[in-house]
T-cell receptor, first 112, second 117 residues
């Protein structure tokens, strides 16, 4: 089955700096790669996703890149703000009959 | 649209007790899942369902049962609670695209914080 590895597990950045979180996946059949943000005590919520026919996608300060050959994808947050502090999860899904597989999460702290 | 609704939000059980965590969605999603979240372990899949009457095991199914008699509801049963089941439980649903079950946005319930003493 699919295995998703996520690094780093914790990340601290100064406000205004960029943050990068990286994930690798093992199943070449995976074709959908979402990123979820979970604030303290809240539910995970989708912030951006990318499909395997696209190499990069941006939404304001957030971008995701995908390298299918190397089986890795990354989340980039620019101009970080204190409200970006949260746990971020990457995941991999596919067009078959199997559910999403999540990475173990990255706790991002943005220091003002 | 309420989305995905979980009840209860908090629960304390004694070892050996049984209980059911409720999950309902009103988005007409075919696919529903249960995850548990423990510190440093991410979201681990317990059971999932690709439609009414169909369920399957995930990564950590032992000690849990599920059923899917309707599209809307996907309850999770703890048969005999153990301290190792202390966790935060999330139910999720997604629409799917084509024949895929995991290739669209997953919507999560607000979570159930369960403590087994």
């Amino acid at each position: 089955g699919e295995n998703v590895e996520q690094h780093p597990s914790t990340l601290s950045v100064q406000e205004g700096d960029s943050a990068v979180i990286k994930c690798t996946y093992s199943d070449s059949a995976s074709n959908y790669f979402p990123w979820y943000k979970q604030e303290l005590g809240k539910r995970p919520q989708l912030i951006i996703d990318i499909r395997s026919n696209v190499g990069e996608k941006k939404d304001q300060r957030i971008a995701v890149t995908l390298n299918k050959t190397a089986k890795h994808f990354s989340l980039h947050i620019t101009e970080t703000q204190p409200e970006d502090s949260a746990v971020y999860f990457c995941a991999a899904g596919n067009s078959g009959n199997t559910p999403l597989v999540f990475g173990k999460g990255t706790r991002l702290s943005v220091i003002a | 649209n309420a989305g995905v609704t979980q009840t209860p939000k908090f629960q304390v059980l004694k070892t050996g007790q049984s209980m059911t965590l409720q999950c309902a969605q009103d988005m007409n999603h075919e696919y529903m899942s249960w995850y548990r979240q423990d510190p440093g372990m991410g979201l681990r899949l317990i059971h999932y369902s690709v439609g009414a009457g169909i369920t399957d095991q995930g990564e950590v199914p032992n000690g849990y049962n599920v059923s899917r008699s309707t599209t809307e509801d996907f309850p999770l049963r703890l048969l005999s609670a153990a301290p190792s089941q202390t966790s935060v439980y999330f139910c999720a649903s997604n629409l799917g695209a084509g024949t895929g079950t995991s290739n669209t946005e997953a919507f999560f319930g607000q979570g159930t914080r369960l403590t087994v003493v």
